[in-house]
């Protein structure tokens, strides 16, 4: 009798951890379909620079999240984080958008989905620099020549009647400009934020231009998802855009603030001077938006074939 019992518990048993086994397949298959818990998670590339805060705002928000989960992944350069991005390390990226137009270009297989920010870049100048037609002559930081901020500073100059030939253009890591500019070796620059904010704290610059002051509705930095990632996970795709612009959208002065002091380990009087000049309300690109930029892209010689919007920009989630 007590081996018959024991037969039928051990019977029993086994069947219940089928009946588990089988319910674990039926949610893994519904989560794919997005309608069950999803476990499935982004990975993003970032910079650790006011213009990322949307998606690091993203993030906090989608902790623990029934739809996407979305892993963080600091870079500290322009170079890294592509190289990353291009190579398939990351599934997608806020990035600057003229590097992502070039990858497109050269066949990596990215879209871009958002825009990072809105405004948020300024033309810092040492207290020296009288007007923008004191520029001739003067040495300018960018952090890379395919950047809105390489578009902004010739706008600066054709604004005065000049052009980049007429001043010294360098290349500087964001983080050197500030410290560049106080000993002299740079007279200006122009960088994601908050490193303007950083040079005007120190007392030795100033803001000779924003960036609606010489460009209107400019696009700089924008979120980017690789092909491979959106074939492959479309609801989470989707989820995770949705998510970004809704983070976008929830980023008042009082929000912006308390995520970059999480992120950005800046001080608080340069946080408050940076986050005047940018906001992350409605997200989208539109075309007109990028035909502009395509326009200052082949007038400045940045590319002579950008991507068209059609291949590049994906709006339809």
Known sequence: MKKHLLLTILVTAVLALAGCG??????????????????????????????????????????????????????????ELLDALNSGKVDGASVLIELAMKSKAEGVGIKAVALGHKDGN???VSNEVKDGAD???????????????????????????????????????????????????????????????VGVSTGKAKVLYTSEELWEDSICCALVLTDDFIDKHADTAKAFVEGYKTAGNNLDAEAAKKIAGKYLKQKDDVLETSLKWISYDDLDITEEQYNKLVDKVKEYGLSDNPPAYSDFVKTDF
Not at 25 to 47: C, F, P, Q, R
Not at 141 to 150: F, G, K, L, T, V
């Open 122 to 124: 300024v033309l810092i």
């Open 135 to 197: 520029l001739k002559g003067r040495t300018i930081a960018i952090p890379h020549r395919q950047s809105s901020h390489n578009i902004l500073v010739n706008d600066a100059l054709a604004k005065n009647g000049l052009t980049i030939d007429d001043i010294n253009v360098v290349e500087l890591a964001p983080t050197e400009m500030p410290s560049a500019l106080v000993t002299g070796t740079i007279d200006g620059y122009c960088v994601a934020e908050p490193f303007g904010a």
């Open 22 to 79: 089988n319910n674990t397949d039926g949610n893994a298959s519904a989560k794919a379909g997005g309608s069950a818990k999803a476990e499935e998670t982004v990975k993003i590339a970032y910079l650790p620079i006011t213009h990322s805060l949307a998606v690091l705002e993203e993030a906090d928000e989608l902790a623990n999240n029934d739809k996407v989960n979305v892993e963080l992944v600091k870079y500290g350069s322009w170079p």
